[in-house]
Every structure is written in structure tokens, then in C-alpha cells.
């Protein structure tokens, strides 16, 4: 298994409406990952919402991936998710953007890509309602291999038009692009993007065992790839949960029995409205549940995995479980609630010393391996070239002659 983190400017309470706080936060979150480059993490991943205050106000990760990438050397860092209602951007850009962050990160982006989540957010972008974006997202995402590999790209669809040939640029740097991703919640969502050969990012909000059909699903549909999305095949399922690792057991333990834990949850049954809410189905501003927290039901809550919680041998064992259902890539979101800043970066030196390396022996990514087998889909130009173009002249400091 790998191993990875997940921010999305989280900021709850009075935080979110301060732009001092505000700052303070998104910086945080994205120093965790270049601390997190230094200590065995394979993926930094951040989110993108519109709209959701103190959820996320990660609006915009693109700049903050470049600014990540900038200060690493071997993270991979990925979008989770890009949305993409076509009211909201032409899908044009979603391919100019992933490509250009290809070159920056020297191919370490992943491009995680889905429907968008909920109606407040998706009626952001000129009303678009959720039934759309299904066929929203099936129309975009099997274009966007054809934008990064043809020089004339044109089309005329249901949700958007290029009305005549153009060569979108740049195209992602050397053999293949981008490893593709979908975010998925139901078993029919894990057997589609394992029918597309993509990876499947999924959301846990409920024990991790429960979770073993859907990754089934989407196993069974990975060996028989009917639909190829891209150039190869990213035969991935990546798993978010919470994570509690600290030297002190015993802290990392009141930590998860803290009032206040499970705002965040309270928040999520609120905004993703198209998605099943949690088991206690609160919803903000109701204040989540404090059940009176005792170390046998802290005990149950571990072992049933709804959360990782004490030192790191003990955080390596609870691994065990996200590696019996069949993950391949485990994400802990930060921040955690509860844990002080100065915990969450102790939390990432710890696991990413003492657990990591009892799972993920092999320091090549996953998507690294499967674009190695990258194969070109569709030919360089799909129209007839224009007569008269012939150039005679250009600069001398042009990066190749002309014919080279």
C-alpha cells in the first residue's frame, strides 16, 4: 500500500471569517505536504470546493500544488477532486490546467476529477443541478485524452463546443499525461472507473470493512477494462480516514475523545446533499454527538475503523484492516480534529518513519509504473492540413531548427 495526506482548508468556526486565520490555515496545510515529501509520503492530495465556508476553502489548489511542487522533490500532489460541470469552466481549461501542472511538477501530478458535491456548490456555476453532471462528467472526461493528444482538436457535444480545430496547449510533458482519477461513492460508481482503467478515490465516512464490496466492484471491473479512459490503465483504489499517531499514547487517545470531534462530519451531511449522510445523520448547526467517550468504546470505534488512533506500533497494526479490503493507497485528511498544529506535523514525521515503511517498501509510485505504459490513442492532426504553411525562417534561438 501507499501512503498519502489530504487537505482542504479546512477552517472551522469564527477562523473561516478572518483572513488572517484564513491565511494561516491554507499555508499550514500545504507546508504539510513538503513535510510530508520528507518522510516517505507518496501523495499530497487537495481539494477543490466552491462555496462551502469553513467545510473547504480550498477553491483554487492549483496554485497551491505549484507552490508544493516548488519545495519537493518526489510527492506526487493531485486534485481531489476537479469538478466538471461545464457551466462552470470549459472543459478546455481543466486539460490546459493539468498539463501545465505535469511540466511544473515534473510529472507529479494526479488528476483526480468528479461531479462536484452537492447542490449549494454545484448552483454556484449558473444553476447547474446534480442530475446534470453525470453526463457532464462522461461527456469531459473522454475528451481531455483527446485535447492532450491531438494538434487540430475540435468538437460539438451536448455540454460543450470547440466549433473549429485547435491544438490545446501544452500537452502534458513526455510519454503519457497525468494519471486519471474519479471520485466514487456506490458500488456501480467503483465498477464504472474500474471499466475506465482509473483510479477510484473514494470517501470513507463509515468502518472500513463495510467498504470491502466496493472495492470489489471495482476490482472484478479492472481486469476486464472495457471503456479505457487515457492512455493506460491506473488500477488504483485510494481510501481517506482519520488518523490519530502520536509518540504519547495516551494523548493521541484523549485526542479522539475531545468535544468538538465530528464538526466536521456535521458539516459534510450539510453540503454533500447528493451523497448518503453519516449513521448519526446531525447536521450542522447541530452540535455533533458527544456519546461520553470511554476507552472500550474508543477500543470498538479502532477495531470496527472509523478511525487510527494511538502510538505508532499500535497505528501500524490498525493499517492492517484498509490492507485486508484491498487498498491500494490510504489518505489521511488533515487537519485533525483535536490536534494541535505542532501534533499534526509530529503525526506525519511518526507514521511516515515507523508505518509507512512496514507497507510501502518500493520508492517508485504506483501511476509512475502505469505510465510507463502509456499508448497514444488518436493520431497527431485529425483534419487535412492547410496548403501554404511552409516556414523558412526562424529565430536562432529558437530551442530546435526547423525539421528538428
Known sequence: MEFGIFSNGYIPGPAAHDSEMEHTEIMREAGYAVLADKHNWKYAWFGEHHGLVEYSHMSAPAPVMGWVAAQTTQIHVGSAITSFPTTKEHPVRFAERAAMLDHVTNNRFEFGTGRGAGSHELRTFNGVEASETKA???EVIHEI???????????????????????ILPKPYGLGHPPIWVACGNPATFAKAGSHGIGAIAFNFEPIHNLKGRVDSYKEAAENVTDQIGQYQNNNVMMTNAC???????????IAKTKGRGYLVTMVNMYHDTMPKSPDAIVWPNAPVD????????????????????????????????????????????????????????????????????????PEHSTTKY???????????????????????????????LGG
Request: proline residues 9%.
Open 136 to 138: 457532464m462528467w462522461d
Open 244 to 254: 490519530i499517531c502520536l509518540e504519547d499514547r495516551d494523548r493521541a487517545r484523549e
Open 145 to 167: 485524452p483527446r485535447m492532450w493528444e491531438v494538434k487540430d482538436y475540435q468538437h460539438h457535444g451536448e455540454h460543450f463546443n470547440v466549433p473549429t480545430p485547435h491544438n
Open 291 to 362: 456519546p461520553g467517550w470511554t476507552d472500550e468504546m474508543l477500543d470498538m470505534a479502532i477495531e470496527g475503523g472509523y478511525m487510527l488512533c494511538g502510538n505508532p506500533e499500535e497505528v501500524a497494526q490498525q493499517v492492517e484492516a484498509y490492507q485486508s479490503v484491498g487498498c491500494d493507497q490510504v489518505v489521511f485528511g488533515l487537519p485533525v480534529e483535536g490536534m494541535q498544529h505542532e501534533e499534526i506535523e509530529e503525526m506525519i514525521e511518526l507514521f511516515g518513519k515507523h508505518v509507512i515503511p512496514e507497507y510501502d517498501k518500493d
Open 371 to 401: 505510465r510507463k505504459n502509456a499508448v497514444r490513442q488518436y493520431p497527431d492532426f485529425e483534419h487535412p492540413l492547410p496548403d501554404g504553411i511552409d516556414v523558412e525562417i526562424i529565430p536562432e534561438t529558437a530551442l530546435l531548427p
